[in-house]
Nanobody
């Protein structure tokens, strides 16, 4: 059974930083891609970043390039999202997801975590 458990969300001032963690286990397949998505109230879920567990390849949404960094600790089955220079528009529920492609499109996701709230005050 795939398990994805996020942590690290919270309240931060604009310009501040947060580090999200995802404890991921029980993958359906060897070549799995772990992604972060976010959803703000009244908006569609959007892809933020993705990493290929096999070789560490990554991709980012344009809106977070240069500010967010995705990384992993394969030995501990952990994926992280370091978020710097946070803006009010980054506020959302952030979801960890497991899928089959290095993509920010949710169509390639098979499993979702429960989400963690990120609030950015201006």
């Amino acid at each position: 059974e795939v398990q994805l458990v996020e942590s690290g969300g919270g309240l931060v001032q604009a310009g501040g930083s947060l580090r999200l963690s995802c404890a991921a286990s029980g993958f359906r397949y060897d070549d799995v891609f772990i992604s972060w998505f976010r959803q703000a109230p009244g908006k569609e879920r959007e892809g933020v970043s993705s990493i290929r567990r096999r070789d560490g390849s990554t991709t980012y949404a344009d809106s977070v390039k240069g500010r967010f960094t995705i990384s992993m600790d394969s030995a501990k089955n952990m994926v992280f999202l370091q978020m710097n220079s946070l803006k009010p528009e980054d506020a959302a529920v952030y979801y960890c997801a497991a899928g089959v492609k290095l993509s920010l499109n949710p169509r390639w996701v098979d499993d979702w975590g429960q989400g963690t709230q990120v609030t950015v005050s201006s």
